[in-house]
C-alpha cells in the first residue's frame, strides 16, 4: 500500500506498546482490503493519556485501540460508550465521530468467539478468574453472555473483585463468589492477569484461558490468548471502517500469529 496524504490513521495507545502484535493484524487488513489507512503503534503513560487523546482527535485519528493502562480512563474520556463497555466500564477501542471519540469493547466479542472456535463450551459451566481489571471484566461479562453457571473472582485487591461482582449482578442473572485464591473445584480457569498473580498449581481443570497471548511457559495447555487479539482486532478494523473481515482473512492471519508466537 502506497502511503499518501489521503491514508487515514489509527493506532493503539497504551504502555508499554512495543510488544505489541496490533500493528502487523491491523495493517494485514488493510492490504487484504485494500484500506487506505496506516496502523502505528503510541507508548503513551497515564499523565499523558488525557492529553493525547485531545491531540488525536485534533490530528484526525479515526480510531484507537486502547491497552494498559488505559481502559478505565478512556471510558471516562468519551463523549459516549457503547451498552457492553458501558457494562464493563471499560473501552478498548475508540472510534471518531463528529462529536468526539465513542467509546466500544471489543474485548468480550474476543473472548467469546476464542471459546466459539476452540470448541469449548460455557453454557452451564462454573468459572474461575483470576484478575477484576479490564480484562477479567470482559471475561466476565463474556462468560456470562455464554450461560457459564457461576464465576469465583480472584483479584489482589478485593474492592475490584466486589465491583466486578456487582457488574455482573446488575446485568446478568449469574452466580458469583469472591475468593481468596482461585477456585479449584471450578471447570474451567481463566487467566485473565499479570504472570506474577498466576498460581503454581493448575491442575483439575478441564480448560485454561489466558488472555495473554506471550504465555508463560509452565501453561502449556493454556489456550485462547491468540484468538481473543485477532477477533478483537477483526471487530475493530469492522467498527472504524465499516467493513466485513472475511473469515478466511480472520484464519490466515490467526496461524500466522500462532507460528509467530511458537518460534
Known amino acids: 500500500m502506497e502511503i499518501s496524504g489521503r491514508t487515514k490513521v489509527m ?9 505489541s502484535l496490533s500493528p502487523y493484524i491491523q ?31 485534533a490530528l484526525g485519528i479515526i480510531g484507537l485501540s486502547v491497552t494498559t493502562p488505559h481502559k478505565a480512563a478512556a471510558a471516562k474520556l468519551a463523549v459516549s460508550v457503547d451498552a457492553l463497555a458501558k457494562q464493563a466500564d471499560a473501552v478498548n477501542l475508540l472510534k471518531l465521530t463528529d462529536d468526539g471519540y465513542v467509546g ?24 474461575a478468574l483470576i484478575g477484576a481489571g479490564g480484562a477479567g471484566r470482559a471475561c466476565a461479562i463474556a462468560m456470562a453472555r455464554m450461560g457459564a ?42 487467566l485473565a492477569t499479570t504472570p506474577d498473580y498466576i498460581p503454581s498449581v493448575l491442575e483439575g481443570f478441564a480448560a ?24 478483537q482486532a477483526a471487530k475493530t478494523y469492522e467498527i472504524i471502517l ?9 484464519d ?12
Open 104 to 127: 466500544y469493547n471489543t474485548d468480550i466479542y474476543g473472548v467469546q468467539k476464542a471459546f466459539e472456535h476452540g470448541g469449548i463450551a460455557v453454557a452451564g459451566k462454573t468459572v
Open 252 to 263: 490466515n492471519i490467526l496461524n500466522e500469529i500462532k507460528g509467530r508466537l511458537l518460534c
Open 27 to 57: 495493517n494485514h487488513f488493510a492490504r487484504h482490503l485494500d484500506g487506505d489507512i496506516v496502523y502505528a503503534g503510541f507508548d503513551v503513560g497515564a499523565g499523558d493519556f488525557a492529553a493525547a487523546i485531545k491531540g488525536a482527535e
Open 242 to 250: 465499516g467493513v466485513t473481515v472475511p473469515v478466511k482473512i480472520i
Open 149 to 190: 453457571k457461576k464465576i469465583f473472582i480472584a483479584n489482589r485487591t478485593y474492592k475490584k473483585a466486589e465491583y466486578l461482582a456487582k457488574i455482573l449482578a446488575t446485568h446478568y442473572n449469574i452466580d458469583t463468589e469472591i475468593c481468596r485464591h482461585h477456585q479449584r473445584g471450578a471447570d474451567m480457569l481463566i
Open 11 to 19: 493506532g493503539i495507545i497504551g504502555s508499554p506498546v512495543a510488544h
Open 208 to 231: 485454561i484461558f489466558d488472555v495473554n497471548y506471550h504465555p508463560p511457559s509452565r501453561i502449556p495447555r493454556a489456550f485462547g490468548g491468540a484468538e481473543m487479539l485477532v477477533y
